[in-house]
């Protein structure tokens, strides 16, 4: 949508005679409307939020392309006497979208029911609302015009007083700053000014203030010195053209930095109509303005893949990704607009797992998208196979299905452990926006406004790594077949058990949950293989693999992939062996490993191949044959599947019942048909057993070893008739 300036000159002109005449309540009507034009323009590029104080709104105006750190703190215009928040949101919506920076918009009291100092008392309860939010001054840039304008100067003026930092810089549009109209261009741009007249403005200046000579309602009249840089824009036509003018001279004569863009034949303000003619030049110089005093704007970020994530894009296939998903099942159906809102503003929030997979020279990197991907409906099955090129645009995706929203991510971007907090995340944003619910950031929720700390980001593997390398030899583990399915269908079964049965069992046993449930697979594994093998000293040992979340053992924040692994097994080639003796087993190996040392010398050994100056030099084409043929020697054989259990999930208060149900999924291998993810919540145990064959003889050997164990197990299935 363009606006000429021609055709709104033309408009303001014809306005102009009826405007003078208008009651205030009718005037801010009118006002508010230009604010809903000025939001039409930039409906699409950002997203709002609004934040109450005890005496006045405010919102966020968030870009959905952010490309700044800091954020602006603008105060709209009206004379002091005009403006709500939906007008205060008009022009921080181009501000946040064509900066790409996040904009804080308070609608500060109007008068005359609240004159001076009301609006300067809302500035700085805004101010210090943003330092309370964790932004530096020096983070901070205050942006206004007209009566905002020559606002944010009095609020630099009272932060003075305060002996409180300023912010890092001023951004003025025909800033209003002296309120007695002393200035020549009030007589001489009378005529010229289609859109204001002294006599409004002197109306204005008596609804507000006693003493429109204060400094702190005519900035012009204090004290300028140690101000922050200043960028002001003015209309070459307008009557409060000097007001622009002397605050820039006497800005330069205080010693502080100060650019002056007089704009011909425009008009009060012009700069919010967001002109065909003039738009591009004016927010280049507030870019310009922006990179050196609040912070540069960024290309997209980038990472490098942490060290856990290397070897997933060297061991794809062409019909396999490796990939895992994470649901929720919600009361009622899922709003998808509203789902795609909250994406939007989740993605911000994440962006180590917001990215897409991009080839280097030397090793594949993940690059930050640009925007949320589109919402998918479910698939036929979970974990739909993922054309590697998809992985390339976007390394995620989000699914609905009813009730249900699941986020699938492949498995170099994350592991369970922060898919889990990106779900959460998207669900507590999701749920106040659809409901008007607040949500606090606890329980594995982040704080949807917050900036990402570094801390978040790290590859956690680099900072903990042991001097001390683990061999890795393992023996090859029993491997199950079947008849695949052609067409790539993965069958689920899920296996619901009450979690509180499952504790008093593994008490029984003396295990944990998780060391019960891999005892429990490893005797399931067990019978199979007896029956499909019988002769004893063929068969193979039966390993499962168990992936620990290393922060539970290492102080870390990380989004990224933090995980290692414990194999347990037994050897049938050795005898048959009792369900107490598989949980001893698996429970003295876990209490033999799952420390520090052990662990930090198992992920050693692959740290330390990266650090190799050989390896480093290598070509990316040749370090994907080194590291797929790697994968195929060991990465599969040495276990026979993975069982990975994220445990009882704690949701906050205001958020837990809108939420049925969790689910996880770990894709299955490559090579090896079957995979298990468990997670609990609201007292239910929830087993999800994927496979890629037709068959269901694991499951239904796992089913006798739970029901043999005295567990109530109900039991779901996605299986398709076979016609």
């Known amino acids: 949508m363009e606006l000429h300036a021609k055709l709104v000159r033309s408009q303001l002109s014809f306005f102009k005679p009826f405007v003078a005449g208008l009651s205030l309540e009718a005037t801010r009507k009118g006002q508010d409307k230009l604010g809903e034009l000025m939001t039409a323009l930039h409906r699409r590029e950002v997203l709002v939020r609004d934040h109450d104080f005890e005496h ?15 954020v602006i703190l603008y105060l709209h215009g009206g004379g002091y006497t005009c403006g709500s928040l939906e007008y205060a949101k008009g022009f921080a919506a181009a501000l946040a979208s064509e900066c790409g920076v996040r904009v804080f918009c308070p609608a500060y009291r109007l008068a005359p029911e609240h004159p001076y100092p009301a609006a300067l008392d809302d500035a700085l309860e805004s101010y210090q609302y943003l330092l309370k939010k964790g932004y ?10 007209s009566a905002g304008g020559g606002l944010i100067y009095c609020l630099c003026l009272r932060l003075k007083q305060l002996g409180m930092a300023l912010p890092c810089g001023l951004v003025g549009i025909s800033p209003w700053t002296d309120l007695t109209g002393s200035g020549d261009s009030y007589r001489e741009n009378r005529e010229k000014d289609p859109s204001m007249t002294p006599e409004l403005l002197q109306f204005y200046a008596k609804c507000y203030t006693e003493n429109p000579a204060n400094p702190l309602c005519s900035p012009l009249f204090g004290d300028l010195t140690g101000l922050p840089p200043s960028l002001l824009f003015v209309g070459g036509d307008e009557v409060m053209l000097d007001d622009t003018r002397a605050l820039h001279e006497k800005l330069l004569a205080a010693g502080c930095r100060s650019s002056l863009h007089i704009a011909p034949e425009r008009w009060h303000a012009y700069v919010l109509y967001c002109l065909n003619e003039n738009m591009e030049q004016d927010f280049e110089a507030i870019n310009h303005f922006l ?10 970020r980038w990472m490098r893949l942490d060290n856990a994530a290397k070897i997933y894009p060297a061991a794809k296939r062409r019909n396999w990704n490796n990939f895992f998903r994470l649901s929720a099942t919600l009361t009622e159906p899922i709003d998808v607009p509203v789902l795609r809102a909250a994406l ?6 994440f962006p180590s797992m917001a990215v897409r997979l991009r ?34 645009r976007c390394a995620f995706r989000v699914l609905v299905y009813h009730n249900r ?36 950031a ?3 929720v982040l704080g949807r406004l917050e900036e990402p700390s570094p801390q978040e980001l790290e590859d956690s593997f680099l900072r903990y790594a042991g001097d001390v390398t683990a061999s890795r030899a393992e023996s090859t583990a029993y491997h199950l077949s079947g008849t695949p399915e052609k067409d790539g269908y993965k069958n ?6 009450p979690v509180d049965r499952v504790r008093v069992c593994a008490r029984k046993y003396g295990v944990s949950v998780t060391e019960l449930l891999c005892a429990a697979m490893m005797q399931a594994i067990a019978d199979l293989q007896a029956e499909k093998v019988p002769r004893r000293s063929r068969r193979k040992p039966v390993k499962v693999l168990l992936p620990v979340n290393l922060r539970t053992l290492f102080p870390s924040r990380s989004l990224r992939n933090f995980a290692s692994y414990i194999t347990p097994e037994i050897d049938p080639r050795t005898g048959d062996y009792s369900f107490s003796e598989i949980c001893a087993a698996v429970h003295h190996r876990m209490g033999l490993e799952n420390n520090t040392h052990t662990l930090r010398s198992k992920f050693a050994a692959n740290v330390a191949s990266e650090k190799s100056p050989v390896l480093k030099v290598m070509p990316l084409f040749i370090k994907n044959i080194a590291m797929k043929a790697v994968f195929n020697a060991v990465g599969e054989r040495k276990s026979c599947l993975c069982l990975s259990n994220l445990g009882a999930v704690e949701l906050p208060e205001a958020m837990a019942p809108y939420v049925q149900r969790l689910d996880f999924i770990i894709g299955v291998q490559a090579a090896a048909p079957h995979d298990c993810g468990v997670v609990s919540w609201n007292g239910t145990m929830y087993i999800n057993c994927i496979r890629s064959i037709q068959e269901p003889e694991l499951e239904l050997h796992f089913y006798r070893v739970l029901q043999r164990l005295g567990l109530p197990v109900k039991v779901e299935s996605n299986r398709r008739g076979r016609g």
């Open 56 to 70: 006045f709104q405010g919102a966020w105006v968030m870009p959905k392309d952010q490309r700044r750190t800091g």
């Open 136 to 145: 530096e001054p020096g983070q901070i840039l205050l942006a206004g015009e």
């Open 291 to 300: 990179d050196r005093t609040l912070s540069p704007a960024r290309s997209l």
């Open 344 to 349: 939007d503003v989740t993605v911000r929030r």
């Open 359 to 392: 080839r280097g020279v030397f090793w594949y990197y993940l690059e930050e998208i640009p925007q949320a991907p589109d919402i998918q409906p479910e698939k036929s099955c979970p974990l739909a196979h993922v054309p590697f090129g998809q992985v390339r």
């Open 405 to 440: 929203v699941a986020v699938e991510f492949f498995h170099a971007v994350t592991d369970g452990t922060g898919g889990l907090i990106f779900l959460k995340t998207l669900v507590a944003e999701y749920l106040c926006q659809k409901y008007g619910i607040t949500v606090p």
């Open 442 to 444: 606890e329980k594995g």
């Open 492 to 497: 689920l079964v899920t296996m619901m058990v």
